[in-house]
């Protein structure tokens, strides 16, 4: 948050701020999805941009790293789940998605996965 408030380059954020419906694959139930940040912000061509982003441990996003902690299991199918009905709201909206981990952050990155 910190990143956001000093950067110059972002315009405008929130956290926790835009809700997505979805339905829980493991109750078959109607749930919301609330991503963790909206941002906007400007690239070195000064062109607009906003992205929804979310962030996660590797352990719950990364098939290769979720093991057989059935909680991580349960977590990532809830995950991709999650991730497909926001993904499908920000083509709606004309934005971007994008998930990171612990290790984008603080490695300074920001891969796309």
């Not at 956290?15 to 829980?24: F, L, N, Q």
């Not at 070195?44 to 992205?51: A, L, R």
């Not at 962030?55 to 059935?70: R, S």
């Amino acid at each position: 948050m910190a990143f956001c408030d000093n950067n110059p380059s972002v315009q405008q954020w929130a956290s926790e701020s835009v809700r997505i419906p979805y339905r829980d694959p493991l109750t078959g139930k109607g749930t919301v999805y609330v991503p963790d940040f909206l941002i906007t912000y400007v690239d070195k061509n000064m062109s607009k941009h906003v992205e929804l982003i979310e962030i996660k441990p590797a352990n719950q996003m990364i098939k290769e790293k979720v093991g057989k902690n059935p909680y991580n299991q349960a977590q990532y199918v809830k995950n991709m789940a999650k991730w497909a009905a926001a993904s499908q709201w920000c083509k709606q909206q004309g934005i971007k998605f994008r998930i990171m981990n612990e290790a984008d952050i603080y490695s300074g990155g920001g891969k796309k996965k």
